[in-house]
């Protein structure tokens, strides 16, 4: 009697369906993943188009000399003028004083949170960082308006109601979450096994954290300074309602300035016919602002890829 063939083992329907659900739903998957990235691509083409084009007739009517030498800018009015340098003043104004308040308490919450701070105490003191992103911006501009600024006030009489010094502070407190978070990021990516090295050789708690921890996560470090620093210059509300729109080249943190995202919002307002002069001025405003946000973001990944530490 003749033994049974063994026949191959054939795969049921149900699995062959299953694969094939999978394989359309992979599918499916990647064409939106590509429908997504192509919009995001000719979404900025769109705009970066639009920026120029509208650029490119304003600087028909007005020289570039005078648009980024010039030193009074009254766009507006009769006689009317375009030295854009009162508005990037105030940009950079803005964004010095912020980078001077969070870098330093940024970097330090970082280190604290990445190096001292207990599981708890990190659970605790990293979401509440964090709340501080989520807050609106115009939240922030009425609390410069009628908390810091009067507080101040108390301190310095000179100080306007308007003025540089409360929108830095409020912009310095905005884009602390983004240094901290970051930067406490960077320094825990770096390896366990450097710290315990230099704790072998008899190294300090300090001098792990300055001369090994903080050096090996500088790029990371370095990359959430320049990110906030881009997010500081690209602020708008809190600006506009805590320094003013006073286009002024003053040294003086006391007094009303105003930034170029700031005027972005007063000839937003409607008040300016669209196709004149005034109104292109907004698209020129826009495309320096552009360009000097994207040159920052370059840099940063520029730094990211030159100096980044790559551990097993």
Do not use: H
């Amino acid at each position: 009697m003749s033994e049974p063939t063994s026949q191959p083992l054939q795969p049921s329907l149900s699995s062959s369906i299953r694969k094939g659900g999978t394989r359309w739903g992979e599918a499916t998957i990647k064409l939106w993943l590509r429908i997504c990235t192509t919009l995001s691509l000719f979404t900025t083409l769109a705009i970066v188009v639009l920026l120029m084009v509208e650029s490119v007739e304003f600087f028909r009517n007005v020289s570039p000399l005078e648009f980024f030498f010039g030193t009074r800018w009254v766009p507006l009015l009769n006689p009317s003028s375009f030295g854009v340098l009162p508005l990037l003043w105030g940009t950079m104004l803005i964004t010095i004083g912020a980078a001077v308040i969070a870098i330093p308490l940024g970097l330090a919450s970082a280190i604290y949170l990445s190096e001292y701070a207990s599981d708890r105490m990190r659970a605790w003191i990293k979401p509440a960082l964090e709340l501080l992103a989520g807050i609106p911006t115009v939240v922030y501009g009425y609390f410069a308006l009628t908390f810091v600024t009067p507080m101040l006030r108390n301190v310095i009489p000179d100080l306007q109601v308007f003025n540089a010094l409360s929108g830095a502070i409020v912009v310095g407190i905005m884009i602390l979450p983004t240094i901290a978070t970051l930067s406490d990021n960077a320094l825990r990516a770096v390896p366990v096994s450097l710290r315990q090295a230099a704790y072998a050789v008899g190294a300090t708690s300090y001098e792990v954290t300055t001369r090994i921890v903080v050096p090996a996560g500088l790029s990371g470090v370095m990359a959430s300074f320049l990110l906030a620093i881009s997010r500081a210059i690209g602020e708008t509300m809190a600006v506009t309602l805590a320094s003013g729109q006073t286009p002024n080249l003053s040294f003086s943190m006391l007094e009303s300035i105003q930034t170029m995202t700031a005027y972005i919002v007063q000839v937003s307002m409607g008040d300016t016919p669209s196709g004149g002069i005034g109104y292109q001025t907004l698209f020129a405003v826009a495309m320096l602002l552009f360009l000097i946000t994207l040159l920052i973001n370059v840099i940063s990944q520029w730094i990211l890829g030159r100096f980044r530490e790559v551990y097993d």
